[in-house]
């Protein structure tokens, strides 16, 4: 990277700290005060940073226009959809990618399996939201009152003897998937289906997705499938440094 472009970037999560003089901002960059105005001037120009009445600098709103207006057109389906794809070849069963829409949660995205026994789902059908692996972990990243508003008004339909049956249980159920950042759904909805979900986060660390894997119990046991709880959760992970921009630009080669 140029070493200008390096310098000017650097003050940028400096600033993030707090107003900080032209003093400061040299001291930190190890430059002379010169350079460090002129790097400063010229990210003002840009609105990057604003220069306050007491002559010390913090972060302009051109940045958080830019930043807001990045989050607003990022698609999680998009960024996802290549790792949902090769957690597919891997495991040959059926993945899933669901976000929480309107008090609905909502599949997005979808992986067939590669085996002759398929789930009934569709991309833009709601989830059985009581019961389904994704809806829990997007239910659970929710503030707790929030959480207990959403639970006390669901209705709990008895898919099967798993199914969850009330508002106390399902609350219980979302304090256990919030500590141990996964989820599970083992015959909850379909007495023959399990599947074991990851969280997706952004920046802030909330859960903006959720993804899965699901399989019959004629192909894979759900002992079996929780064996891929690991690498989904990678998987989720991977996608996640990617849609916050947490995930290093690899250089292209030269040439």
């Avoid at 929030?146 to 979302?174: C, I």
Wanted: glycine content about 6%; overall charge negative.
């Amino acid at each position: 990277m140029s070493q200008t472009v390096d310098r000017a970037l650097s003050i940028l999560p400096l600033l993030a700290e707090g107003p900080a003089d032209l003093g400061q901002v040299a001291d930190r960059l190890g430059v002379h005060k010169s350079t460090a105005l002129r790097l400063l001037r010229t990210l003002h120009e840009h609105g990057l940073v604003y220069r306050q009445s007491d002559q010390r600098y913090r972060l302009g709103a051109r940045l958080f226009a830019l930043a807001q207006e990045a989050m607003e057109n990022l698609d999680i389906r998009e960024i996802a959809h290549p790792h949902l794809a090769r957690l597919n070849e891997r495991c040959g069963h059926t993945v899933h990618l669901a976000v929480h829409e309107e008090g609905e949660v909502l599949y997005i995205d979808k992986v067939e399996s590669r085996y002759p026994v398929r789930m009934y789902s569709r991309i833009g059908k709601p989830v059985a939201i009581t019961v389904a692996a994704v809806a829990k972990l997007l239910l659970a990243d929710l503030p707790e009152g929030e959480r207990r508003a959403v639970a006390e008004k669901l209705d709990y339909p008895l898919y099967t003897a798993r199914s969850t049956p009330n508002a106390p249980a399902f609350l219980r159920e979302l304090e256990k998937v919030r500590e141990q950042g996964w989820a599970t759904d083992l015959g909850g909805h379909e007495e023959s289906i399990n599947c074991v979900a990851a969280p997706i986060r952004g920046a802030d660390g909330r859960v903006v997705a959720a993804m899965s894997v699901s399989a019959p119990n004629v192909v894979v046991t759900a002992d079996e499938l929780l064996t891929l709880l690991p690498l989904v959760r990678r998987t989720a992970d991977t996608i996640s440094g990617e849609y916050s921009g947490r995930t290093p630009i690899k250089e292209a080669p030269e040439g």
